[in-house]
């Protein structure tokens, strides 16, 4: 197996620690610390910043260096919308064959029951991944990782805030989802995909404004 580039490496690192909120909203990235508490060199971290940056979780400044994105209700106003078109375009291209309606269903029932934050997020998004399978368009799921990454940042903060897990409005939706599929119903399909993504920026917008207003 071909051995993953430094750079990529320390990008991936750095990805899953704003997204879990180890490195929070706003804070200072020293890049010789951060080399030295991650054993490597200043020159790969730096590259991975730059990626980074182009991927809309760090934010340069020539007198200050790098520092962690801010989160702002500005960024959930662009991101969802893209999340939502794209996955209908990647549904309309390929729906899911009949034993990934199944597993989409079986998922469905584990996201309902579970209480746990972070897993009901990580099988959420184990539910998108399998609904767009099918989908023979690398590109376009690209785009959407790295999207629903940005999104699931604000995501994760807030269900550590209010401790919330899976809701069952979102449960119903999937199912809505997978039963117009099983109809051949893809346009009813889509129709559902939206509003599930909709409901994000409804809960998370109210969140982060409270929270921007508190500090």
């Known amino acids: 197996m071909e051995r993953e580039p430094l750079r990529e490496a320390i990008r991936r690192e750095l990805t899953e620690r704003i997204v879990t909120g180890a490195l929070a909203s706003g804070v200072p990235i020293r890049l010789v610390a951060t080399a030295s ?4 060199s ?5 590259e991975s910043l730059v990626q980074l940056e182009l991927d809309g979780f760090v934010e340069s400044d020539p007198g200050r260096g790098y520092s962690v994105t801010r989160m702002t209700s500005a960024e959930i106003d662009e991101i969802y919308p893209l999340i939502w ?7 309309r291209t ?11 269903s079986d998922l469905n029932v584990r996201f309902r029951a579970c209480d746990d934050p972070r897993e009901a997020q990580r ?5 998108h991944r399998t609904l767009l399978g099918a989908c023979p368009n690398r590109t ?11 999104a699931a940042r604000y995501e994760v903060a807030f269900m550590r805030e209010v401790r919330r ?11 809505g989802i997978v039963r117009a599929l099983r109809e051949s119903d893809v346009e009813k399909a889509v129709d559902f995909l939206e509003r599930n993504w909709r409901s994000g920026p409804e809960v998370l917008v109210p969140w982060l404004e409270r929270c921007v207003q508190g500090d």
């Open 42 to 46: 200043v020159t790969p971290l730096r």
């Open 140 to 150: 376009l799921l690209g785009f959407l990782d790295l999207l629903k990454r940005r």
């Open 165 to 175: 897990a899976g809701s069952s409005e979102s449960a119903d939706q999937h199912d």
């Open 85 to 91: 078109t794209l996955e209908a375009l990647a549904l």
């Open 37 to 40: 508490e991650m054993g490597v």
């Open 94 to 104: 390929a729906p899911p064959a009949e034993d990934a309606l199944d597993a989409l």
């Open 123 to 127: 099988l959420d998004r184990e539910w």
